[in-house]
């Protein structure tokens, strides 16, 4: 059957935002997250009234939830492609829409139109929570670097969910998938953080919210952080959907 491409493009677009609301696990995983952001930007919050004054410690307090933040956008995309293979619902989603490589690619897409909005908003009532807290210094607020920091946080939870999900499509289980995952991002890169590069996706990923610090051991900056971590996701994406194409389902 011959379907202009736009019409294939609409159609995979809809029946996958579809299923991604109507996933009762995304929806508990997204909340989850943001109850773990509430408690972790308060008890960071609290800390940092004991600084001083900075616009660096409202950026700090309001973004040290990130760490956490990453494991629930991990989360979320793995759980987004790897569920479908749980009771052989993949084989009717092939079946409905044969086009492999655009039925996974246009996946990605739906699920970043939820995890934008997404991760916007737990970023920034971060930061909002923050400076209201800290209000005492905002004087020395710099709308510019609030404004590229969060757009950085957003940016990079919205990277970590897509490459969540291309990994959950490569492995095709959702426990895999999250072992392998959390434990490079909890256990292997803070114990082999002094020896592993820059150039790793969350190192990297980490150039894109963090404010500018003097500190020599910073060798990326946030443009440069910002385009490894796509690099990164473009990388997983790719395999997944050569992948997707090449196997049975």
Not at 56 to 62: R, S
Not at 174 to 184: C, E, K, Q, S
Request: with cysteine; hydrophobic share 50%.
């Amino acid at each position: 059957m011959n379907i202009p491409a736009g019409r294939k493009f609409t159609r995979i677009l809809g029946a996958e935002w579809g299923k991604l609301v109507t996933l009762p696990a995304v929806w508990l995983i997204l909340a989850g997250t943001f109850v773990a952001q509430c408690v972790v930007t308060a008890a960071y919050t609290s800390v940092a009234l004991q600084e001083g004054p900075g616009m660096y410690t409202i950026l700090n307090a309001g973004l040290a939830s990130m760490r956490y933040l990453q494991a629930g956008f991990m989360m979320f995309g793995i759980t987004a492609t790897a569920s479908e293979y749980t009771g052989g619902q993949i084989r009717t989603t092939l079946t409905t829409l044969p086009w492999r490589g655009l039925q996974l690619s246009v996946k990605h897409l739906a699920l970043a139109m939820i995890v934008v909005p997404a991760a916007f908003l737990m970023a920034g009532s971060g930061v909002l929570y923050a400076l209201t807290m800290l209000r005492d210094t905002s004087a020395d607020i710099e709308p510019n670097l609030m404004a590229a920091s969060l757009a950085g946080a957003t940016g990079y939870l919205t990277l970590t969910a897509l490459l969540g999900a291309a990994a959950g499509a490569i492995l095709r289980r959702t426990a895999p998938a999250l072992v392998i995952l959390l434990g490079y991002y909890f256990i292997v890169s803070p114990l082999a953080g002094a020896v592993l590069p820059d150039y790793l996706p969350d190192a990297a990923g980490y150039y894109m919210y963090a404010p500018p610090s003097p500190d020599p051991h910073n060798t990326l900056t946030r443009m440069q952080g910002t385009g490894i971590s796509i690099l990164w996701t473009m990388l997983f994406i790719t395999a997944a959907v050569v992948l997707h194409r090449k196997r049975d389902a």
